[in-house]
């Protein structure tokens, strides 16, 4: 906070600096009609080894408990291969799980599927050109058939995958090919999770801790699709929503991890993890509703 002034004058150019300020970051930001408002209603803590990367839930079938990752959900015999990052996770509608994985080095990323009945498979995909190696995230759309995918960094564009294991198309011995893009009216940066809130809205955490983008760091953000995913490239409009919360017992960085909305109640989870020695005791996933 800045000193309290001690002159009319000086009390009057500082609120005259605030509110240019503040014109400023709402010229830059779309209209705040066009977008929800998301109220934080509650939190639970969120485990820093098996709850500290994503999150989703799962309605088939019926019951299912929500699922989670971090470091220590990777299977021994996926991690000894070298896939030692898990990102956030999504599930169909007809109970396909899927999570994204990545390595250190090479050229592929990894898509890992649960089948409603049990079985699991693994979809590779091999770098395009100016593709980023990491794997941060997966939304599978309403309709299940398309899948997006997004990279780290500032990113103008999201991936659009067939969904591997409910489209027809896709197979384990075969490339997962990107079909098309969402193509970004404004760059988002350090996109750690997105989920379908809507046939073309996707509700989105961002780990930005710049600001410079929104005005804000740590957004929710909120794209809106031109038109379904599909193998057309379609554009989505940016907006930032509100800052994510960022509360804990230590000081430092926060670091805002996946995303996830049920349908079934309107809730909308978000996993925030905390800096220092509190990432292991006040580290939370927040809920938030409409309103």
């Not at 929104?214 to 929503?241: E, H, M, N, Y």
Request: proline fraction near 8%; glycine fraction near 12%; hydrophobic fraction near 35%.
């Amino acid at each position: 906070m800045p000193p309290r002034a001690r002159k009319r004058c000086h009390a009057a150019l500082t609120g005259l600096v605030a509110l240019a300020a503040t014109a400023a970051v709402l010229s830059a930001a779309p209209p705040a009609t066009a977008a929800d408002t998301w109220t934080e209603v509650g939190s639970d803590r969120a485990d820093p080894l098996t709850e500290s990367q994503g999150l989703t839930s799962v309605e088939v079938p019926a019951g299912s408990p929500n699922r989670y990752t971090g470091i220590g959900t990777i299977p021994v015999g996926v991690g000894v291969r070298g896939w030692n990052h898990v990102g956030d996770p999504d599930a169909a509608h007809d109970g396909h799980y899927v999570e994204p994985y990545q390595r250190d080095s090479g050229t592929t990323k990894m898509f890992r599927v649960r089948a409603p009945g049990g079985g699991w498979s693994e979809y590779v995909h091999t770098l395009g050109a100016g593709e980023a190696l990491n794997n941060s995230w997966v939304a599978i759309a309403p309709e299940g058939q398309w899948m997006l995918a997004g990279e780290w960094g500032t990113m103008n564009r999201l991936q659009v995958f067939p969904t591997p294991g409910v489209n027809p198309a896709t197979s384990p011995s075969a490339d997962l090919p990107q079909v098309s893009s969402v193509r970004l009216d404004r760059p988002v940066r350090d996109v750690q999770g997105c989920d379908f809130s809507g046939p073309t809205t996707l509700l989105c955490s961002s780990d930005d801790p710049a600001g410079d983008l929104f005005g804000i760091t740590k957004p929710l953000l909120q794209i809106d699709l031109s038109a379904a995913p599909g193998t057309a490239d379609v554009t989505g409009r940016v907006t930032a929503l509100r800052q994510l919360p960022l509360r804990s017992g230590c000081s430092g960085g926060f670091e805002t991890e996946g995303v996830d909305y049920d349908r079934r109640t309107g809730t909308l989870r978000v996993i925030v993890m905390s800096p220092g020695f509190c990432l292991l005791t006040d580290s939370k996933t927040y809920r938030f509703t409409r309103g």
